[in-house]
C-alpha cells in the first residue's frame, strides 16, 4: 500500500534561514504527490502539486519541492523562513486511481 | 466567492448520541471527502463520494455514517457507536469522479468533543 512519510514532527528554524522539510514515498508507480499547510483550526490549504513533468515543482509563498524518483522523496523547501511560515505542513500522495495518503504532518516553528 | 463550508466550528457530544456535522460546497466539485484529524496522526479518511447518491468507507468508517442526496452536500454522522469521536473532523472536495491529480479543497473543519 501506498505510504508517505514526513521525517520530523517538528522543526524549528531562525527567520530569515532555510526551511526543509522531508517528505519520502512508498510507491510502486510515481504517484501524484502534494504539500499543505495548515494553520490553527484551519483546513488545509495547497501549496503546491506534482503530477508529471518538471521535477520542480514552485509554489505559493515562495516554497518549491523537487520530486526525486531514485530517493523516492518530495522534500518542501524555501530560501528564507518569515514568522507566518509558523503552521502545520503535510505531505500527501497517491498513485493514479487511489486514495490520497497523507503524512502526520511537520509542525514548523519560526524564532525571530 | 467559491468554497467549502463546514458547521458547527465546534460541536459536543453526549454519551449515546448521534451528532451530524454539515458539510456544503459551492465549487460544481463531483467529489467529496471526510477526514479525520488527531494530533500526531495526520489526516485519515472516514469516506468518500465520487458522485450523488454513491459513496464508499475509507480506512475508519466505523462509527460513521454519511450521504450524498444532492452534489453539494455531504453530511457525515457521528454515531453512538464511535467510541473515540474527540477530533477535528475536515470535509473536502475535488474535481473529477476518481481519484486524480486534482488537489483537494477543504473547509475549515468542525471540532468534535464529548461532554
Known amino acids: 500500500a501506498q505510504s508517505v512519510t514526513q521525517l520530523g514532527s517538528h522543526v524549528s528554524v531562525s527567520e530569515g534561514a532555510l526551511v526543509l522539510l522531508r517528505c519520502n514515498y512508498s510507491s510502486s508507480v510515481p504517484p501524484y504527490l502534494f504539500w499543505y499547510v495548515q494553520y490553527p483550526n484551519q483546513g488545509l490549504q495547497l501549496l503546491l502539486k506534482?503530477?508529471?513533468?518538471?521535477?520542480l515543482v514552485k509554489g505559493i509563498n515562495g516554497f518549491e519541492a523537487e520530486f526525486k524518483k531514485s530517493e523516492t522523496s518530495f522534500h518542501l523547501t524555501k530560501p528564507s523562513a518569515h514568522m507566518s511560515d509558523a503552521a502545520e505542513y503535510f505531505c500527501?500522495?497517491?498513485?493514479?486511481?487511489?486514495?490520497?495518503?497523507f503524512g502526520k504532518g511537520t509542525r514548523l516553528s519560526v524564532i525571530a | 466567492d467559491g468554497g467549502i463550508t463546514q458547521s458547527p466550528k465546534y460541536l459536543f457530544r453526549k454519551e449515546g448520541q448521534n451528532v451530524t456535522l454539515s458539510c456544503e460546497q459551492n465549487?460544481?466539485?463531483?467529489?467529496m471527502y471526510w477526514y479525520r484529524q488527531d494530533p500526531g496522526q495526520g489526516l485519515r479518511l472516514i469516506y468518500y463520494s465520487q458522485i450523488v447518491n454513491d459513496f464508499q468507507k475509507g480506512d475508519i468508517a466505523e462509527g460513521y455514517s454519511v450521504s450524498r442526496e444532492k452534489k453539494e452536500s455531504f453530511p457525515l454522522t457521528v454515531t453512538s457507536a464511535q467510541k473515540n469521536p474527540t477530533a477535528f473532523y475536515l470535509c473536502?472536495?475535488?474535481?473529477?469522479?476518481?481519484?486524480?491529480?486534482?488537489?483537494?479543497?477543504f473547509g475549515d473543519g468542525t471540532r468534535l468533543s464529548i461532554l
Open positions: 506534482y503530477t508529471t513533468g518538471a521535477t
Open positions: 473536502a472536495s475535488s474535481i473529477g469522479r476518481g481519484w486524480s491529480n486534482q488537489p483537494q479543497h
Open positions: 465549487l460544481n466539485h463531483d467529489a
Open positions: 500527501a500522495g497517491a498513485p493514479k486511481n487511489t486514495p490520497l495518503v
